[in-house]
């Protein structure tokens, strides 16, 4: 065999150049020894795994993560001051965050694995001239594979020899509909979907034979070409990860600056050295927010929750917020907006126009008006019943259709107006018949009703109609044949987007057998079907949220553009003038013009799998945030290239579910509104912990700070700030975590990718409450020092200071937006149950004798109570009154 350069327009060449080409015998098959051969210079049938990194190595990458390196620094430093439980705590959570992003990574790496089952099978092959049935792995080029309905294809084929084959490429291509297999040579620039000469590995034959020459195996298939584009695509960092890794550097730096110079300025007033260098460690301590990882994993894992419970399966914990900044959403059509069944939508017979209700193949719904099924109509059923090879079956409350869709939507419609296709075949059994095959365009079968042999033709109008003379009318008698009226309305329907089928009888046949003659001309014309894969019900109003949200919806298909369109334009993802950019066009753009194109269009059809890929990339270089939905493996590229793939739990691939980042469990497009509706809220109550915690830390540095440029005492020793930072993290910051979703979280537009965490006004609103901290904790410091109280006891109402403040200052963190008392004091339960158990630890800090030992702290009376309660009580006014004016600003703008 000569050696192919990869990438060989096999459906260009004849069958027989094929065959020389590959050295390959159509009639025997290759020899054993050539077998062994070519073998060793092609390898196994089977895709070859991405190298991976080590599980030590993918361990210990989890620990160089800027918020894990703050953890790593605040556990060293406590370990210094020789409080080995605390350190212990510290590195205890971040151990904890390192083995569920250890575990995830693992999880999201079994993409390409997938994808090498999806193509394992067994398989007939013709070698030396018999045949055998061997592990698709063992297939080489110019092997002989025979094909039979219900095969899975184990490598790309070059057909030589079909008889009624029809193959399932949705996975591949994303047409919903049965192709038809031949073997004649095609145009070289016909598009993949189109190319009904090859047959690809992964992909399923549903009727008919055939056999074909292995011409690409393992990583050569196409398969194997959108495996090495999965390999290819980068593990990209998500929006909250971005803003994480850039905000921790940033306050690693502050904080080392911070204490280098609190460090600095002691020294040159005359301080000694360790009391700066404590006073540095206590500022460097007080200033990281130890809790924030933490906080950042358990609020992404309760969204994780929730989203499982409205039908989203999250497989990496970042996605949970990145679904809160989407601002594109590219949808795959078949099986994601529509429901991958096909449906009769009308029926046109007799000249009257018929519509069929319901969807999908339940045979629920009816035709018209429900009335009586007689005439041109029910002859018309008739036809689409006795002319077909599928069956229709109920498995577990649901409906299928074994053999083709197009097929079994037909009998679905029969069932509809009553009539069981078990039942007819039975009364009219079928007597001879005519395959349906790609050449003809048509499938014919005879049968004899009530003693009169009556011929039925079901196939493209362009076959039948100048094959007929004269037609039925509504009343079932034969009239002329009004062929501009058909034409009519076969237009009306294809304007639609409906997928048009012709069916036809020749009454009266008086050969027992039917042959290409048979159907020469003098049929009767019966009527027309109109078919299409529905809409899925709720994806309307899904996608009318989303553009009320500010997400827009691009439909990227495999199907043809006049479909699509038409299903674009019913969802409401186009509007009437809109088009469709095809792969063809799509291929003959640059990148530049690619990226102005992807903003104004929203619906590619006839798009190939690298074309996806290069979408997603084009619209992330105009700065979107792209999440991309599919459910075969041709959607898997861009799935794991888009900063969120979802994947359909459903009718979804394996390869898909894994190279995505969700799951909907129920398939249903709608349920990507709720999964963005819960990932605003996760940002939402990320950000309200954010918010909550850095004026603890910026206050505790700035009462060291204060202390240092006065020569005072400091008034929270470094093991009384790891007291607050840790107890308040736990039982009052994460409180918020699990803070109700914000009724208007979907009537704002998607955060802009660029714009911090914290906007102006919230950073305002932290310097505030920490200079309310500051001068709270300090003053009643220096009061009670005044006041002769000791050491132990001023430093116990500094401490206790900051735990009010904080948790008064928690209420109104439950809406940065809205007064505490509007969105309800009693909606999160969580708030009360925290602050209680905040209390009656302060309590044990306070009063322990065990905890006056070991955190220097001393029993207060009722007026340093009275004292701290008012200093909580301004801070929770003042922030209330500046959230106010706030936003009677902005309302007044």
């Known amino acids: 065999m000569r050696d192919e350069p990869a990438r060989v327009a096999w459906h260009f060449l004849a069958a027989e150049e094929v065959a020389l080409r590959l050295e390959a015998s159509c009639a025997d098959g290759l020899g054993e020894a050539e077998v062994i051969g070519r073998r060793a210079v092609h390898g196994e049938n089977r895709i070859s795994p991405r190298a991976r990194k080590g599980p030590l190595r993918r361990f210990a990458l989890q620990f160089v993560q800027p918020l894990v390196v703050v953890l790593l620094l605040a556990a060293v430093v406590t370990a210094l001051l020789g409080e080995w439980v605390d350190a212990g705590v510290i590195f205890g959570v971040t151990l904890i965050n390192a083995i569920i992003g250890f575990i995830q990574e693992g999880r999201a790496e079994n993409a390409l694995a997938a994808l090498s089952l999806a193509v394992t099978s067994e398989v007939t092959v013709l070698r030396a001239g018999g045949k055998q049935r061997l592990p698709s792995t063992e297939l080489v080029p110019g092997d002989i594979v025979l094909l039979a309905a219900g095969d899975k294809v184990p490598a790309d084929l070059r057909l030589f020899r079909s008889k009624d084959l029809q193959a399932i490429e949705s996975a591949l291509t994303g047409e919903s509909?049965?192709?038809?297999?031949?073997?004649?040579?095609?145009?070289?620039?016909?598009?993949?979907?189109?190319?009904?000469?090859?047959a690809y590995a992964g992909t399923v034959m549903i009727s008919g034979q055939g056999a074909g020459l292995v011409v690409a195996t393992g990583d050569r298939t196409e398969t194997g070409r959108i495996s090495r584009l999965i390999a290819e695509a980068p593990d990209l960092t998500t929006p909250l990860t971005r803003k994480m890794a850039s905000f921790s550097n940033w306050l690693l730096i502050a904080i080392s600056l911070l204490a280098l110079l609190t460090f600095a300025v002691g020294l040159l007033r005359g301080e000694a050295a360790f009391e700066m260098f404590m006073a540095a460690v206590a500022l460097a301590v007080g200033a990281i927010p130890e809790g924030l990882p933490a906080a950042m994993t358990i609020t992404l894992a309760i969204g994780v929750s929730r989203m499982a419970r409205r039908r989203a399966i999250i497989r990496k914990l970042p996605a949970v917020e990145t679904l809160g900044s989407t601002t594109v959403i590219c949808s795959d059509k078949t099986g994601t907006l529509t429901?991958?069944?096909?449906?009769?939508?009308?029926?046109?017979?007799?000249?009257?126009?018929?519509?069929?209700?319901?969807?999908?193949?339940?045979?629920?719904?009816?035709?018209?008006?429900?009335?009586?099924?007689?005439?041109?109509?029910?002859?018309?059923?008739?036809?689409?019943v006795l002319c077909n090879d599928a069956a229709l079956r109920r498995s577990n409350r649901h409906w299928e259709i074994v053999g083709d869709p197009t097929e079994g939507a037909l009998l679905v419609t029969a069932r509809k107006a009553g009539l069981d296709e078990r039942t007819l075949a039975t009364m009219f059994p079928r007597l001879d018949e005519i395959p349906f095959d790609s050449a003809r365009q048509y499938m014919a079968t005879l049968h004899e009703i009530e003693g009169t042999r009556i011929a039925y033709f079901k196939g493209a109008l362009e076959q039948l109609l100048p094959r007929s003379v004269s037609m039925l009318d509504a009343d079932g008698t034969v009239v002329a044949l009004r062929r501009a009226e058909i034409d009519g309305a076969a237009r009306n329907m294809a304007a639609q987007g409906l997928r048009v089928l012709a069916v036809a009888r020749l009454f009266g046949a008086e050969a027992t057998t039917l042959d290409a003659a048979s159907a020469a001309g003098g049929l009767q014309f019966v009527g027309l079907f109109g078919m299409i894969d529905p809409p899925r019900a709720k994806a309307i109003s899904a996608v009318r949220a989303c553009h009320a949200a500010g997400i827009a919806v691009k439909m990227i298909t495999g199907d043809h553009a006049v479909t699509a369109l038409s299903i674009a334009r019913h969802l409401g993802i186009a509007q009437a003038g809109d088009?469709?950019?095809?792969?063809?066009?799509?291929?003959?753009?640059?990148?530049?013009?690619?990226?102005?194109?992807?903003?104004?269009?929203?619906?590619?059809?006839?798009?190939?799998?690298?074309?996806?890929?290069?979408?997603?990339?084009?619209?992330?270089?105009?700065?979107?945030?792209?999440?991309?939905?599919?459910?075969?493996?041709?959607?898997?590229?861009?799935?794991?290239?888009?900063?969120?793939?979802?994947?359909?739990?459903?009718?979804?691939?394996?390869?898909?579910?894994?190279?995505?980042?969700?799951?909907?469990?129920?398939?249903?497009?709608?349920?990507?509104?709720?999964?963005?509706?819960?990932?605003?809220?996760?940002?939402?109550?990320?950000?309200?912990?954010i918010t909550w915690t850095l004026p603890t830390n910026f206050g505790e540095g700035l009462v060291i700070v204060a202390a240092v440029l006065a020569g005072a005492t400091l008034p929270i020793t470094p093991l009384q700030i790891l007291w607050i930072n840790m107890t308040t993290a736990v039982f009052l910051g994460l409180m918020l975590a699990f803070e109700p979703i914000e009724h208007s979280v979907m009537h704002r537009p998607p955060r802009p990718p660029g714009q911090p965490i914290l906007d102006p006004a919230l950073v305002w609103r932290i310097v505030l409450v920490s200079?309310?901290?500051?001068?709270?904790?300090?003053?009643?410091?220096?009061?009670?020092?005044?006041?002769g109280n000791s050491l132990a006891e001023a430093r116990t109402v500094a401490v206790n200071v900051f735990v009010?403040?904080?948790?008064?200052?928690?209420?109104?963190?439950?809406?940065?937006?809205?007064?505490?008392?509007?969105?309800?004091?009693?909606?999160?339960?969580?708030?009360?149950?925290?602050?209680?158990?905040?209390?009656?630890?302060?309590?044990?800090?306070?009063?322990?004798?065990?905890?006056?030992?070991?955190?220097?702290?001393?029993?207060?009376?009722?007026?340093?109570?009275?004292?701290?309660?008012?200093?909580?009580?301004?801070?929770f006014v003042v922030v209330g009154l500046e959230k106010r004016w706030r936003t009677r600003r902005r309302v007044g703008a």
Not at 829 to 844: E, H, N, R, S, T
Not at 851 to 866: Q, S, Y
């Open 177 to 198: 509909a049965a192709v038809s297999k031949h073997g004649a040579a095609l145009p070289e620039d016909t598009l993949l979907a189109d190319r009904c000469n090859m």
């Open 771 to 787: 200079v309310l901290l500051l001068a709270g904790s300090f003053g009643l410091f220096l009061l009670e020092l005044e006041q």
């Open 339 to 384: 429901e991958n069944q096909m449906t009769v939508r009308e029926i046109h017979a007799g000249g009257v126009q018929t519509m069929v209700s319901g969807n999908g193949y339940a045979p629920n719904g009816k035709l018209g008006d429900g009335q009586e099924i007689s005439g041109a109509l029910r002859e018309c059923l008739l036809a689409g």
């Open 579 to 689: 088009s469709a950019l095809t792969g063809r066009e799509l291929a003959a753009l640059d990148d530049d013009a690619l990226r102005t194109v992807v903003r104004s269009t929203a619906v590619f059809a006839r798009v190939e799998p690298e074309q996806k890929l290069r979408l997603v990339r084009a619209l992330q270089a105009n700065g979107e945030i792209v999440a991309m939905t599919g459910d075969g493996v041709n959607d898997a590229p861009a799935l794991k290239q888009a900063d969120i793939g979802i994947a359909m739990g459903q009718a979804g691939t394996e390869v898909a579910k894994d190279a995505a980042d969700m799951v909907l469990t129920d398939d249903d497009f709608a349920s990507i509104e709720a999964a963005i509706e819960e990932g605003r809220g996760v940002f939402d109550n990320l950000v309200k912990f």
């Open 804 to 875: 009010v403040v904080e948790a008064m200052y928690l209420f109104n963190c439950r809406s940065l937006t809205r007064s505490a008392w509007r969105i309800g004091v009693f909606s999160n339960p969580a708030i009360w149950y925290g602050v209680l158990v905040m209390a009656l630890l302060q309590g044990l800090l306070t009063y322990l004798p065990l905890m006056n030992r070991l955190f220097a702290t001393a029993p207060i009376g009722v007026n340093e109570w009275l004292e701290i309660a008012a200093v909580g009580i301004v801070a």
